[in-house]
């Protein structure tokens, strides 16, 4: 066997042909995701209205549509590899080390350098960097991360400790023989990844999808009418066919998926500051609409260290405890009254029967040396020590007082071993066996010790035989200080946490006690000991079973999965916390796998979103931010519709209905006469730049603030689509009633003419309802972005009203200063170029703020109707389902729960950012408003030049 190790040199050449000691990660290439901005619905709209005006020999129009089309392609690529290199740093603060033995030195370096023939140090605490055969020594592994055994395992020269399992007793150093995806963890994890996820991608992939879907078959539907009824009035094939490309340009949310990008990968940035880095952006979307969290106990619910609790039993006698006690008190006076107390007694007697002095050598050494008063046990020598034995579940030590040089054992352990010990009367057996069941039924676990006093001759501590019982220490993996309070919040927030443990049913529902989760705790002999992964009817066997308990004990890795995907096929959403390899398949199951601090890589590989730090309420604020961030992108989405559905019914409605030429002044002169055409439409560039505007300003939807929603955050098509179609069609009919005016406006006894305000022919008319429309626009966002509430209830961010400002000062300079200049056969004059009333725009802006308002109550009116009349299942943001629609019943002590927390001001909802927090906008922000501004300043210069 080598015993010198590899040279840098061999390493090296071994590393390029093994490769990298990690797991393979799928990633796409960045050429591939610029790709998948150019295809998809949307974009083969652009593609079609792009050739449409280049087989027009509109060259310019067809240049600008490809422009955006990589404009928008670029932006979506470039979001998507910051949100990308942000997880990767994100991780880098992840990286394992081992010790190994590279030139003949013992170098630390990182575990993914490792390859096989490397000679890596294997000490106490630390992590089996690869699959490696052990030299000489022993050493005690704990492998629950891979296997699901919760007792460490004893391995021996010659055996094989597996990657990813952590030593816990004991020293040697091994030989590296398999690394990455080679061992048995790497191939565990393998068969995970290659497992597809039920969901993958969520419901927001559907969402996009179907409002895609939908707009195009509205797009193509209108685009089909409007140009066979043009050609049916005599258009021309040409004019006909560039009203089309009016329509279905305006028909394209250009930025939809750009948008609902950034909005997530800003969400995956804000919570990376709460101690979550997202692996899958998409997992976002679907925590927010969690409702049942499975969580696990140790080192999530609790600290993952026992601790001494205050509750103890005494079985000595008082002459041992009186003389024992006096013994310790007479080198430390200052201890007396700390002494008296029986627990103290105890603990101490428990640490003589360590090295108080040496570092623990396992959990129990470390919880009795954490709260012993070692002070105390420096007034004792000792004699002889036998470490703990696994098989005999004991510890024992002989030590003599230095004050007088009295002897006297002591041992800690097991009870039951202890008790037998002790050979106890049966009475006494009785009595103590009585004692440590009471404390188990509680499951509060108990740790006996035993005392011998020696007069003369000191025994081998083997042969000692008068042990007297001294009492019995209780010992807990207590909660976390937080875990109460955000399992309350939890619980406000419409999210169910069940326990899911592999401690006894005991031990978890004392915990599920202390924690006000309710005591319906089962046996996982309740389960299936084996489940079919594609089992369909795990829902309807055992769903309501699963639901109507707080938690399982006893469980294993297949109880787990089983449980998850019931759950699931009952018809909620649930997230699933996991650490080991074990943990890896309901991870992947669930709707969102969570990987807890200190999980393995095939955990974290299973999961969508890693923890960094301890404990559940890290989880509980993901799910309140990804419910901002879903809130959001409902925002954006309703705001989207409804500006698409009002630009297709605008057009098409008025090319049916308005005929310009029948507008025309009759004493005019033909000049005049000219520039009335025979349908309405605008040219396709004042299209793209309200579109352009209008996406740039959207950009900043990511920072808005918002409100989350106290219940599960779920799409609700219907509403949304039925909300925003009634708000387009308020902004619709303000629009068409205004191009009537404006056409009408040279009639006597017009609007116009009733106002003082002077007519306005065609080329200006186009400029006013361009105005109108990008003003309707940008308002329809600030009203959709409130939901259910009017536009005041919620201040906008900074960074939203800064580029909704800038975005409305460039469409009224414009529609205010535009030159004369011709645009697709159609005259364009700005409202404040020539004579006329200067002060035009703003009467536009009084106008589209006076339906804004209107847009807006009407808006709240028909949530309150829907609400009222529960329409398509609709429950207001903030009001919790009512009872009779739960399907789960809950068990918490409402009583205690409303005592406790009543009039609580400090959940995690009131936590919210400053209004003002988007101030520092991120570069990306700033640089795709400079790109919009430098394309929308270039479109005008170039279609002025070209006229």
Known sequence: MNETGLTSAEAADLLTLHGRNELPETRLSS?????????????????????????????????????????????????RIKAGNAVDALKSALVASAEVLRDQKWVK????????????????????????????????????????????????????????????????????????????????????????????????????????????????????AS??????????????????????????????????????????????????????????????GVDILCSDKTGTLTMNEMQIQQQCVMFANN???????????????????????????????????????????????TMVLGAANLMACDAFTQLDYVPFDPAVKVTKATVQRKLDGRVLSVCKGAPHVVINMCNPTHAARTHAMHEVEALGARGIRALAIAIAVHDDVVPNIEAVSNWQLAGLLTFLDPPRPDTKDTVDKAAENGVEVKMLTGDHILIAREMARMLSMGTQILSASTLPKDVDPEDKKLGLRYGNMCLNSNGFAEVNPGHKYMIVEAIRQSGHIVAMTGDG?????????????????????????????????????????????????????????????????????????????????????????ASVDKLYPTYFHVPVLFLMLITLLNDGCLLTIGYDNVTPSKHPAKWNLPVLFLVAIVMSLVALFSSLLLLHFALASSRDGSVFHMLGLPELHFDQIITLMYLKISISDFLTLFSARTNDKFF???????????????????????????????????????????????????????????????????????????????????????????????????????ATFENDY????????????????????????????????????????????SV
């Open 227 to 288: 140009s066979i009824y043009l050609k049916l009035k005599g258009e021309s094939y040409r004019d006909a066919l560039e009203f089309a490309v009016v329509v279905l340009v305006a028909s394209i949310p250009l930025a939809l998926e750009v948008v609902v990008t950034t909005t997530l990968a800003l969400g995956a940035t804000q919570l990376s500051k709460h101690g979550a880095i997202v692996s899958r952006l998409s997992a976002l979307e679907q925590l927010a």
């Open 31 to 79: 050429w591939r995701i610029f790709v998948s901005g150019l295809i998809g619905p949307m974009p083969f709209m652009l593609w079609a209205a792009a050739i449409v005006e280049m087989a027009l020999e509109n060259y310019v129009d067809g240049s600008i549509l490809f422009c955006i089309l990589f404009v928008n392609a670029t932006i979506a690529w470039y979001e």
């Open 902 to 945: 009543e009039g609580d001001t400090g959940s995690l909802v009131g936590s919210q950012r400053p209004i003002y927090e988007g101030l520092h906008i991120n570069k990306s922000l700033i640089v795709n408003l400079v790109i919009i501004s430098i394309i929308v300043v270039a479109l005008v210069v170039t279609r002025h030049g």
């Open 319 to 365: 002459s041992i405890r009186s003389s024992e006690t006096l013994a310790i008190q007479d080198d430390h006076p200052e201890q007396q009254e700390d002494c008296e107390s029986s627990q103290d007694f105890l603990l101490t007697h428990a640490a003589l029967a360590t090295r108080w002095r040496e570092v623990p050598r396992d959990a129990l050494d």
């Open 109 to 224: 370096i990182e575990s993914a350098l490792i390859v096989p023939g490397d000679i890596v140090k294997l000490g106490s605490g630390g992590s089996v960097p690869a699959d490696c055969k052990l030299h000489v020594g022993t050493i005690d592994v704990d492998q629950s991360s891979l296997t699901g055994e919760s007792l460490p395992v004893t391995l021996t020269e010659g055996e094989l400790a597996m990657m990813g399992c952590t030593v816990s007793r004991g020293e040697c150093n091994a030989t590296v023989q398999k690394t990455g995806a080679k061992t048995y963890f790497g191939q565990t994890a393998a068969l995970i990844n290659s497992a597809s996820k039920s969901g993958d991608g969520g419901d927001m992939n559907r969402v996009i999808l179907t409002t895609m879907l939908v707009l195009s078959v509205a797009s193509l539907a209108l685009c089909i």
């Open 792 to 894: 005041f209830h919620s201040m906008p961010s900074l960074s939203l009203c800064v580029a909704a400002t800038v975005s409305l000062v460039i469409s009224s300079v414009l529609a205010s200063f535009w030159p004369k200049s011709m645009l697709d056969s159609l005259h364009i004059r700005g409202l404040a170029i020539g004579e006329g009333n200067k002060l035009m725009p703003l009467y536009v802006w009084a106008y589209s703020l006076f339906w804004w308002i209107i847009q807006d109550v009407v808006k709240v009116l028909l949530y309150k109707v829907i609400g009222a009349c529960e329409l398509f299942g609709y429950v207001p943001d903030n009001h919790p389902p009512k009872k009779g629609k739960k399907k789960r019943t809950v068990h918490f002590d409402a």
């Open 581 to 669: 390899v074990n943990d890896a398949p309901a991870l992947k199951r669930a709707d969102v796998g969570i990987a807890v601090e200190g999980a393995t890589d095939a955990a974290r590989a299973a999961s969508d979103i890693v923890l960094t730090q301890p404990g559940l309420s890290t989880i509980i604020d993901a799910i309140i931010v990804s419910r901002g961030v879903f809130q959001r992108m409902r925002s954006f989405l309703v705001y989207r519709i409804s500006a698409t559905v009002q630009l297709l019914l605008f057009f098409s409605i008025a090319v049916f209905v308005f005929r310009p030429t029948k507008y025309a002044p009759s004493d005019e002169d």
